[in-house]
């Protein structure tokens, strides 16, 4: 433990001075020995902090030279702004969604606005010799009820699998839900009612703010970080009013930035004074690119106000809609609303994803993921800084797969869509992500795709879109 | 459609003799030549009112006799009483549907307290190839995102399937669900406000009570008869008050009782008149024992407000959680919650349903189970009037496989529930299906299993519980 925090801090000293400019692009850094001289650390630790550093692509090692600060590691566009704490002004976005929705399934379209990975990115064979082999080793065929509360061998097998949680999970912690958005629905409706106020991200995932809507709630928009996620002064000056807070701890949707460990304890501190519960919404978790599984709010949590939530839709197959939740102490309340909204899950995923999940090839596959989704992300920060206009943000995420850009004041993204889906390109409207007139000028970009040459025209002839609309 | 009426007009004079004592049990009834004479029809309209009155095993065929008034025509037990319209003291039943449910999965136990038919009846076989033919033809294995409405080729052949709606649903009215406690769910979320007033059946199938609860709802419990389905009066009565009524037309559970086409088409203007929706459980519709499948009251639904739902999970099933709704006049909002709720449904399931019902294989399927459980009903009857106490009241579906039982007044169910528990004997105690203080000494009997001597022997122990505990 001792040993992974000196390296991690050396790797910082180092990120630091690249930031800073002090080692400029291109420039060679000092080599293993003399940082095992210089910290008083082992060359073991020196070597870990510049695999580290080349893990986030900030340097790069050259054959028989050593390690050269990276190209990747100087960007040119800044990150997108925060937003101010608003109050209630929604408008709807319904209209905009569905818009954005019809396109999905049209195979021609360069699917940037998906809030899933491509199936090129997917182990579909695997996945279905899965379900071969579950098929005939049901009894029943999947045909009977399920427990209300899951499937055994899924809870079994996630709480096992929460490693980061330290064991504070048992399978009987767990309910499963059909997918994060119906553990989300759920929760929420578990511990509000209709006309309760509740603390939400700005920008946060379009979901969300249908399950606000569909329950009659109100929700406040905290101000968040790209880098550092909502803020928590924020947060603390409307305290009194909340009822729940729902919001990604990890990778947030759209913006992808991840809570430091500090913010998540502090967090939980705060609400538990309250007794106010959080949704944790930790579907991204596992696709960090760091170097390790970032820690989920609920591994704070002594009070049981955190309602972990999870699945595999955006790791493995959405299709599925395999979720589950810890509840903390809602368990038995959202039992009963399971019960009452569909009595149990289908039985047939649930053990597929045990199964999988069980035998190792999970973490084979999600491996081989985090590395695609880290290479695409630099590719696409890439491209966008090649073909935007100057003045672009862009978000630099820390693991998940989206990007969040912030254009020029005079765009209107929503408008935007249309001219990018005559050319065959399709991405989100930032509009889609709030409740307020704003992020106007913003757009999601989904890039868990398979990179290639074809990719990188789209990205170049929307960026050309942009230009040609500032013209 | 002339004759169709004709023969049942003769068969419904001959079931009347029949009931009333004018033809007697081993009777002879008059020749299918001096009907023909007698009411001034065909030959063939004449063999079909017999078919009919066959069919309902009031009359059997002896060779070279002609037709004899049958056994179980003799209905020893009478029917269970009609409940009063109550106003509200509802109490809790959560604890005693928990007792019943956790003892769901134990092998040992005869389920007579199951509300799904046992695997035994169920073509497992077949739904398993369907699955793995779905798996290999899926491009994607079923990883992506289904439209938010449903699998398109489930809902066509929903559409081409309920051919006793006369094609008034295309694909575009159906909206799929997670069986059909999720559309009810959906359906009541839609159309209701927590505090709002609706009207349910009484007894009514628990789950619904659940639902009602779980939307913060108030229920009128309408009285409803054994044959004949909700009484229309009481309902006309506290018309002014209803938000929207859920009611099971078709072989009510646990009653059993169908509501007669008339009482369809009334309580269809009745509700149009207020516009009130009426949200129509309609999943036993399949398992008729009389001629044909019994018209939805969807059928008579000019206006929009009917909510048809219907599934799988009491034909195929259970654990599939497939089901759909045509909600009329609701469909966005429906589609809506549906996203905010779950985003989509599992495709596999829905895709294996389709292939199912497209090519024969349900139709097929349907033919035998319903004869398997018609015959199964006669033989619960049958057992009932030979095992328990005179004065036992019991129900007489007309489709379906659920049995209604009234005790003695001294008898409480609940307690009764444990004692036959320990014998390995389950059952749903009345109590479950009301949220008043009532039905305490009824019991649902489900009788979609295998029948065998182990099963006539647990009826006799069952009747002799219940007669011990009357000493």
Chains 1, 2 share one sequence.
Not at 46 to 67: C, D, N, T, V, W
Not at 313 to 325: C, E, M, N, Q
Request: charged letters at 25%; a positive charge; glycine letters at 6%.
């Amino acid at each position: 433990m001792k040993k992974e925090v000196l390296y991690l801090k050396i790797a910082k000293v180092i990120e630091g001075q690249i930031s800073s400019g002090t080692l400029k692009l291109g420039e060679k850094l000092p080599s293993i020995r003399s940082v095992h001289k210089l910290y008083n650390v082992s060359i073991n630790t020196a070597k870990q902090a510049f695999l580290e550093l080349e893990s986030k692509s900030l340097i790069e090692p050259r054959p028989k030279s050593g390690y050269f600060v990276s190209k990747t590691s100087q960007r040119k566009f800044s990150i997108p702004s925060v937003s101010q704490l608003k109050s209630y002004n929604e408008e709807p976005t319904e209209d905009l969604i569905s818009k954005v929705f019809n396109t999905l399934n049209s195979k021609d379209i360069t699917q940037f606005s998906l809030g899933a990975p491509d199936k090129s990115l997917l182990p579909i064979a695997k996945l279905n010799k899965g379900i071969v082999k579950a098929v005939r080793n049901f009894e029943d065929g999947g045909t009977s009820y399920e427990p209300i509360q899951g499937n055994v061998n899924l809870r079994r097998t996630v709480a096992k699998w929460s490693l980061v949680l330290e064991g504070k999970l048992t399978e009987d912690d767990l309910v499963t839900t059909s997918g994060t958005m119906n553990a989300l629905f759920n929760c929420l409706m578990a511990v509000t009612t209709p006309g309760d106020t509740i603390a939400i991200e700005s920008p946060t995932y379009f979901g969300i703010i249908q399950i606000v809507k569909s329950l009659g709630l109100k929700a406040i928009e905290i101000p968040t970080h790209p880098i550092t996620g909502v803020d928590l002064e924020a947060i603390k000056k409307v305290l009194p009013q909340l009822k729940a807070c729902c919001f990604v701890s990890n990778f947030s949707n759209p913006l992808g930035s991840l809570m430091p460990d500090e913010h998540k304890k502090e967090l939980v501190r705060m609400l538990t004074e309250y007794d106010i519960p959080l949704i944790e919404d930790d579907l991204y978790g596992n696709l960090f690119f760091g170097i390790s599984r970032p820690k989920p709010c609920k591994y704070y949590d002594e009070a049981g106000i955190v309602m972990w939530c999870g699945s595999v839709s955006k790791t493995l197959a959405p299709g599925y809609r395999v979720g589950w939740v810890a509840p903390g102490k809602f368990k038995e309340k959202i039992i009963r609303q399971k019960f009452s909204q569909t009595i149990s899950s289908p039985a047939l995923y649930q053990e597929v994803i045990a199964d999988f999940m069980e035998h190792g090839r999970y973490d084979h596959h999600l491996r081989t993921f985090r590395n695609k989704l880290y290479a695409n992300c630099l590719q696409f920060q890439r491209a966008i800084e090649d073909y935007f206009p100057d003045g672009t943000k862009i978000s630099q995420p820390q693991g998940g797969f989206m990007l969040w850009l912030e254009l020029d004041k005079a765009i209107d993204t929503a408008e935007l869509y249309d001219r990018a889906i005559q050319q065959k390109i399709s991405f989100a409207p930032g509009r889609m992500f709030t409740q307020h007139n704003q992020y106007n000028n913003c757009m999601r970009l989904n890039y868990a795709l398979e990179w290639n040459d074809k990719l990188d025209a789209d990205l170049k002839r929307l960026g050309d879109i942009v230009k040609n609309e500032l013209k």
